[in-house]
T-cell receptor, first 113, second 112 residues
Framework: EAQVTQNPRYLITVTGKKLTVTCSQN?????MSWYRQDPGLGLRQIYY???????DKGDVPEGYKVSRKEKRNFPLILESPSPNQTSLYFC????????????FGSGTRLTVV | RKEVEQDPGPFNVPEGATVAFNCTYS??????FFWYRQDCRKEPKLLMS???SGNEDGRFTAQLNRASQYISLLIRDSKLSDSATYLC?????????????FGRGTSLIVHP
């Protein structure tokens, strides 16, 4: 089944404790992206990648890191999480031009206390 | 002006009603367009692509008006299960990058 897999689904952590949210897709998609979604603000792009070893900042990259060492994986790293990073996170992927739309992972609900 | 704008609603309609949402976009060279459905705290899921000629999928009809730079979604015979947030997605023109822009969504509540 074609899918984007995110883990974990839920995470509660403490301020400053490094964490990684994993994202993997099995559709051989070039484009992958991370979004956060907060009430009233819609989906905001954190980082995106057009291919292996190619990553770019989105609208809200501060406090986040990503890497794209393999085509299928695009982990999101929070080196020192803070409470304002409490949010619902989605990973998405598509073909390079996105002509067929975007496939999203099931989401990761992160709480930083 | 925001790149992609949607009326957040909520649109509160009875079962069986017909409801329409619009989504305006600012980049006149945008290439492709989509409607997504998102249930509360779930991931957005592709509902339908929007083609220049318009397209229909059962009770759902999507249309594109390039001259006025908006896309629309029409839902006929609304069901309770149609209650969700509907996001429009606009893909930019060429130039090497195809970073989609998402609207903030329109909330639909269908009541008995």
């Amino acid at each position: 089944e074609a899918q984007v897999t995110q883990n974990p689904r839920y995470l509660i952590t403490v301020t400053g404790k490094k964490l990684t949210v994993t994202c993997s897709q099995n559709m051989n998609h070039e484009y992958m992206s991370w979004y956060r979604q907060d009430p009233g603000l819609g989906l905001r792009q954190i980082y995106y990648s057009m291919n292996v070893e190619v990553t770019d900042k989105g609208d809200v990259p501060e406090g986040y890191k990503v890497s794209r060492k393999e085509k299928r994986n695009f982990p999101l790293i929070l080196e020192s999480p803070s409470p304002n990073q409490t949010s619902l996170y989605f990973c998405a992927s598509s073909t390079r031009q996105g002509n067929y739309g975007y496939t999203f992972g099931s989401g990761t609900r992160l709480t930083v206390v | 002006r925001k790149e992609v704008e949607q009326d957040p609603g909520p649109f509160n309609v009875p079962e069986g009603a017909t409801v329409a949402f619009n989504c305006t976009y600012s980049n006149s060279a945008s290439q492709s367009f989509f409607w997504y459905r998102q249930d509360c705290r779930k991931e957005p899921k592709l509902l339908m692509s929007v083609y220049s000629s318009g397209n229909e999928d059962g009770r759902f009809t999507a249309q594109l008006n390039r001259a006025s730079q908006y896309i629309s979604l029409l839902i006929r015979d609304s069901k309770l299960s149609d209650s969700a947030t509907y996001l429009c997605v606009v893909n930019p023109a060429s130039g090497g990058s195809y970073i989609p822009t998402f609207g903030r969504g329109t909330s639909l509540i269908v009541h008995p």
